[in-house]
């Protein structure tokens, strides 16, 4: 199981990697002049040569949500289970907001619920 590790621990270990890369001595010597341990060494050394794909960047939140950017002149588009696509300018606030009012109405109604958002 793999777990989230903030970005500025990674930082400090590759630059201890670096800095055991540039040395000329054992992995356990490095280990004990650094202060850390062997294992730890290791499996550092592991996590970073894994592709950069499978780890999150720094101040990536581990999700499956992405942020959104709505441009001006791109709307808002909606895929109905019954294959129905509706898109609505995000220019035209006043459309989108019966938009949202209308289908708000129509699932309050199919949940037999009568008050609306």
Known sequence: MSRFVPGYKAQEWQRRMRRFRKSQHSVVEFCRQEGVSAPSFYLWKKRLAQPAASKPSNGEVPSGFR???LLPTAGVSVQL???TQLVVPTS???SLRLVID???RADAERLGDARPC
């Open 81 to 83: 289970p019954g294959g």
């Open 92 to 94: 035209d606030a006043e």
């Open 102 to 104: 209308l289908l708000a």
């Open 67 to 69: 942020p959104v950017r």
